[in-house]
């Protein structure tokens, strides 16, 4: 029977390892999805500041065109003033004049702030561009890295469980039967029983259970996790002892 628990740990190493390797690898995608959403993120926010720019630029060209067209109006009005003959229409002529220029006034000054709009914005859509190329290749690296990690995460998975594969071939039918179910539960199947104590729960192991334990003759469960217990006695001194104390579902 000691030989039996023994086979259960070198199996129960392998699983923890193999979980702890599915749940990188399950990782990646989640990783990836980040990354790009960084991505996208920083396209969204250039982008959304390009058309505040190519607004307020047509709204300077539309403001420089009304401008322009006040001036020839002026131009004109100038002109012709020599040819009017009657004082009312001097006058009329002469206010219609006064009233293009502060219009014309008023558009300059716009103009001028536009274009002052128009520099701080090109500045910031400058730099918001090169932020979303630096996101984009750091996405194109990641599928890279990212992809080889994935495949190197593949091919260890499977060379790990084709080594269980092996060892289950050693181990007795009921007992494997046994093992499955409590891993399929708890994640990790065994538990470390040190100074009487299961180091999965943390629970104290009656010392009738430990007793039968400690003479080897049958493979127990821990009253409180219901783990497969072992001590240090069954497992040979080569063998790494898996961390357990930090397992999932106590």
């Known amino acids: 029977m000691k030989e039996d628990i023994k086979k259960l740990y070198d199996l129960s190493l392998i699983d923890i390892?193999?979980?702890?390797?599915q749940e990188i690898l399950e990782q990646i995608p989640k990783r990836l999805k980040s990354i790009?959403?960084?991505w996208s993120l920083a396209q969204e926010n250039w982008e959304a500041k390009k058309v505040l720019l190519d607004t307020a630029e047509k709204e300077r060209r539309e403001k420089e065109t009304s401008l322009q067209d006040n001036e020839e109006r002026i131009k004109q009005r100038e002109s012709r003033l020599y040819e009017i003959k009657t004082n009312k229409e001097y006058q009329a002529a002469i206010h219609e004049m006064t009233e293009s220029k502060k219009t014309n006034k008023t558009l300059?000054?716009?103009v001028?702030?536009?274009l002052e709009e128009i520099e701080t914005l090109s500045k910031v859509v400058d730099e918001l561009k090169q932020k979303a190329e630096v996101r984009g290749e750091e996405f194109k690296k990641a599928q890279i890295e990212l992809g080889e990690e994935k495949k190197s995460l593949?091919?260890?998975?499977?060379?790990?469980?084709?080594?269980?594969?092996?060892i289950e071939k050693a181990v007795k039918a009921d007992l494997l039967k046994k093992y499955n179910r409590v891993l399929h539960v708890r994640k990790v199947a065994i538990a470390h029983i040190s100074s009487g104590i299961c180091q999965s729960c943390y629970m104290h192991i009656p010392p009738q259970i430990y007793n039968q334990i400690l003479k080897g003759n049958d493979i127990l469960l821990c009253p409180n996790c219901n783990r497969i217990l072992f001590v240090e006695s069954q497992k040979n001194s080569e063998s790494k002892e898996p961390d357990l104390t930090t397992?999932?579902?106590n």
């Open 112 to 114: 001028i702030k536009k």
């Open 108 to 110: 300059e000054e716009e």
């Open 247 to 249: 397992s999932e579902g």
């Open 36 to 38: 790009e959403a960084e």
């Open 154 to 166: 593949q091919v260890f998975i499977k060379e790990e469980q084709t080594r269980r594969i092996e």
């Open 17 to 21: 390892v193999i979980q702890e390797k």
